[in-house]
């Protein structure tokens, strides 16, 4: 039997850097919309009636105000974990819109 040869890859002195997409969080997103429509059903009218504001902005948009409001009430704590997270991330994923108004 031929001797096998061992190959070793050696690292490569310049490392190419991974350059980050433009829309870098538009693929961060798993699944795009699902708060939304969440919102649009029962958990909408859950949502307004605990904090007795809005759901949707005039333009269309999800009230973060009314999320935060409702992450401090009783039935926030009775939703499942996954609802949790989007609620979070929307709270969150808000300080990366440019055209917010900085404080």
Excluded at 51 to 59: A, D, E, G, L, R
């Amino acid at each position: 039997m031929a001797k096998m040869r061992k190959y070793i890859t050696k690292p490569s002195k310049v490392r190419r850097q991974k350059r980050r997409s433009k829309y870098w969080i538009q693929d961060a997103i798993k699944r795009p919309g699902a708060l939304t429509r969440k919102l649009k059903g029962p958990l909408g009218k859950k949502v307004a009636r605990a904090t007795h504001m809005p759901v949707f902005t005039k333009s269309g948009e999800i009230n973060t105000n009314a999320l935060r409001k409702f992450t401090k009430t009783p039935s926030y704590q009775k939703l499942d974990t996954l609802t949790k997270h989007q609620i979070q991330f929307a709270l969150r994923a808000e300080m990366f819109r440019r055209d917010r108004k900085r404080r």
